[in-house]
């Protein structure tokens, strides 16, 4: 247990959090310190903290509620569902720690239209858990990808939800012109107006940290290497592996090069000839390898859930670090509650909003 506890304390030195954060303890408003009550009426998730922008943040609107159009706001897209909403929750709240200017962060959830957890409630869910949280809750069409979809080395990547990250443009009010998109297994432990601030150079789409070590060829299948058709389409280009789970989206120029549909040309292909394995991440591939602005590897500290078909700890990556990513097949809160977790999964836990069945507990942000 010390061995444990040494290795997460050293891992915490390595982190980068922002200093300029203003929060206060949130007021609970009843009898349950804070609990907030989950799908099936049990106590499931405790309320934030209130966090406060500081005196030099922008103030996004003066009068009634934050307008999605404002173009002082930090837009953050990610999807909610069931089986991932407490890494939302506690990816929400990461962020929200750690930003200087909380208070001008706008969050976009895509829910799946399909499922027994209707919008109107997941918007409950999170306006308890942030009361102050500037948020919307949008339906998405699973019509849209169900046929599109071909089955995948894990079962967990052919949710339909899994596709909505490329409806974003068409999703989100025509107003909202850039946006920073987070997989469910993620904490940003740095200010997110750091990430939101970089610029994605000539014509680019899309920022995400590129692994140029990687060997690309092994994200796509004999059939597609050996069609010269299918092969073209790297030409003239140094396509280089990155990660869908983080990235920063100019949905303008997403929508002028009609992304999404080309996006669907492929996953079409990809049903007729199997060109690849991994669900959603080989269409990016294919359209934006080799043109992506390259972003800091800092930002997607990725992978710490193992690999894609075995649950195993990874440890982090050299360097610092600024968002961790449990992309693979462990997740924290699972491994957690298992009372297996691997040394990265306790820089999760603080984050967690989380209390399980009956356990009614004193608000851990109270003094």
């Known amino acids: 247990m010390l061995h444990l506890l040494s290795i997460f304390l050293l891992v915490s030195l390595r982190l980068c959090p ?18 907030r009550m989950g799908f099936d009426g049990y ?11 500081g005196l030099k943040c922008p103030i996004p609107s003066v009068d009634g509620p934050v307008s999605v159009c404002d173009p002082l706001l930090v837009h953050v897209a990610m ?25 001008n962060v706008y ?19 999170v306006k308890s858990t942030f009361p102050s949280l500037a948020f919307k809750v949008y339906p998405f069409s699973e019509s849209l990808v169900k ?14 939800l899994n596709y909505a990250r490329s409806y974003l ?10 946006v920073i998109y987070l997989d469910s297994d993620t904490i940003v432990v740095d200010d997110i107006r750091k990430l939101w601030s970089i610029s994605l150079t000539g014509s680019r789409a899309i920022g995400a940290p590129e692994y140029c070590h990687a060997n690309f060829t092994n994200y796509f299948t004999d059939e597609f290497w050996f069609d010269p058709e299918f092969s073209k389409v790297f030409e003239g280009k140094r396509p280089c592996y990155f990660n869908t789970g983080v990235m920063v989206m100019d949905l303008v120029r997403w929508r002028e090069g009609e992304y999404t549909r080309r996006i669907e040309t492929w996953m079409k292909i990809q049903k007729e000839r199997r060109i690849y394995e991994l669900g959603s991440l080989p269409p990016f591939l294919l359209i934006f390898g080799g043109d992506v602005e390259p972003i800091g590897h800092r930002w997607n500290q990725h ?3 193992g690999n894609n078909v075995v649950n195993s700890c990874r440890s982090l ?51």
């Open 107 to 125: 969050f976009h959830f895509v829910a799946s239209d399909s499922t027994s957890t209707k919008t109107d409630e997941l918007t409950r869910i």
């Open 147 to 160: 046929d599109l979809i071909s089955s995948s080395i894990r079962q967990a990547l052919e949710n339909p």
């Open 303 to 305: 992978g710490l859930g």
């Open 18 to 35: 922002t200093s300029a954060i203003r929060s206060f303890p949130g007021k609970s408003s009843d009898n349950s310190h804070g609990l």
């Open 317 to 367: 990556h050299p360097g610092p670090v600024s968002l961790l990513h449990w992309s693979g097949k462990g997740k924290p809160w699972a491994r957690l509650d298992a009372g297996t977790p691997c040394p990265v999964d306790h820089l999760w836990a603080p984050y967690d909003l989380h209390r399980p069945r009956q356990q009614h507990l004193p608000h851990p942000f109270s003094s």
């Open 43 to 53: 106590v499931q998730y405790i309320e934030a903290p209130e966090y406060r922008n």
């Open 169 to 178: 443009a068409d999703i989100l009010e025509p107003c909202v012109d850039r």
């Open 79 to 103: 999807t909610l569902d069931s089986e991932y909403l407490r890494g939302s929750i506690a990816a929400v709240h990461s962020v929200l720690r750690h930003a200087s200017c909380p208070e």
